[in-house]
């Protein structure tokens, strides 16, 4: 007698209704047609459910990362909605109480789903609001710089080159294209470095999503170098992935700087490089541009005023306490480890406890997310280097 597939629960129903009546266990599975694993399955579950464990479970895993099942979800916001002034504490402790069969989720994933819906009530701060990832406009210098590697070939000894491009936004101006042996960030660092040197700093620096400016794994999507931009002042702008017109002026004038440098490539790369700089010197100062009233990009391009002068001091006067991020991305409280990222190793965050053992993590002027000290698990606020537009500047 195999299961009936218009209703599961009444056969489930009679199969424990035969078990309780005295019926054998492999005779019973042999005349519903099912194994004895599955019949036992379903006899425990009646033990320790009642009725309730004969019904159909969902197969879905029970928690995504940062994400709760809707239902519990709802069950906190009605609990907040009821009771106003309790925190996440309280209200995880009514979840526990009223549904023991459910896994309790930890005071941080509650104090996040509750600052999700705007029902934390956060303390005033004098400092300017975060800056998101931003797709700006701008016609002034040094507002916004676009940086990318153009892809890669191989030079006539057969080594790969890398090129590594930054240009100016608003007036086109070629700072730099570096042939690189590899994309790996120890050597975009020294880029970025020399070029933040000889032209100061930008507002902001847009980018794709790939390696080493973005880290797919690392929290945010953050990188080490744009950890370091970050630091620096600098604004981080991602392009959506899959959409290279978004960074359209930086892609044409790839195309310009193949057709020059690389058919045919270079011998070597000290051959290569100086291509690069002939082409660099022929763009700024010799081809009249288009968008640009047929002027020369350093007939309007300036260095930026604000100078490079190695890492700021940051502090955290509204914060509880600093931490130095461990070089394994963890942060220590009270001995307790909290997984934070290795992008920022070496750099000191602000921790703040918003309700009892409840504490957020701040990263400059961003709020990073909660943890709490029984978790000891971050559970990150929603992205702070999310899309926001940056209004059109004019000169």
Request: glycine share 6%; hydrophobic share 35%.
């Given at each position: ?267 070597n790369f000290l051959q290569q490089q100086e291509k690069f700089d002939n082409f660099i ?37 509204f914060h509880d306490r600093v931490i130095t991020v461990t070089y394994c991305g963890r ?65």
């Open positions: 007698m195999p299961w009936m597939e218009c209703n599961q629960v009444d056969e489930r129903l009679k199969f424990i209704a035969r078990i309780l009546d005295g019926d054998k266990m492999l005779p019973l599975c042999e005349e519903f047609g099912i194994s004895r694993k599955t019949g036992y399955k379903i006899y425990n579950r009646y033990k320790n459910f009642g009725l309730d464990g004969l019904s159909d479970r969902s197969r879905k895993p029970y928690r995504y990362a940062n994400q709760l099942p809707f239902q519990v979800e709802k069950l906190i916001l009605k609990l907040k909605k009821d009771k106003p002034t309790w925190g996440a504490p309280k209200i995880r402790e009514v979840l526990i109480r009223k549904f023991p069969d459910i896994h309790p989720p930890s005071r941080s994933t509650v104090h996040a789903i509750l600052d999700r819906h705007g029902l934390v009530i956060k303390q005033k701060r004098s400092r300017h609001k975060a800056q998101g990832t931003a797709l700006s406009d701008t016609n002034i210098p040094n507002k916004l710089w676009c940086a990318d590697y153009k892809g890669e070939f191989r030079l006539g000894n057969h080594q790969y080159c890398y090129p590594l491009t930054i240009t100016d936004f608003s007036t086109r101006y070629l700072l730099a294209c570096d042939g690189l042996t590899t994309t790996k960030e120890e050597y975009a660092f020294i880029v970025f470095q020399r070029v933040f040197e000889e032209f100061g700093l930008p507002e902001a620096i847009r980018t794709d999503n790939g390696v080493p400016f973005s880290s797919p794994m690392a929290l945010f999507g953050l990188s080490k170098l744009s950890v370091w931009w970050l630091r620096l002042g600098i604004a981080i702008e991602r392009i959506k992935p899959g959409n290279p017109q978004q960074n359209g002026r930086h892609e044409r004038m790839h195309l310009t700087l193949k057709k020059a440098t690389t058919k045919p490539a270079g011998d010197t022929e763009y700024n100062t010799e081809r009249p541009h288009e968008a640009l009233n047929m002027k020369y990009p350093a007939e309007i391009y300036i260095p930026s005023t604000k100078k490079y002068n190695g890492l700021p001091e940051v502090d955290y006067p942060i220590c409280l009270k001995g307790k480890k909290i997984n934070l990222s290795t992008v920022f190793a070496g750099q000191n965050v602000g921790i703040k406890e918003t309700e009892d053992r409840i504490w957020l993590v701040s990263f400059m002027d961003y709020d990073l997310g909660y943890f709490d000290e029984e978790s000891c698990r971050l559970e990150p606020l929603k992205n702070p280097f999310g899309p926001k537009v940056l209004p059109m500047s004019s000169v």
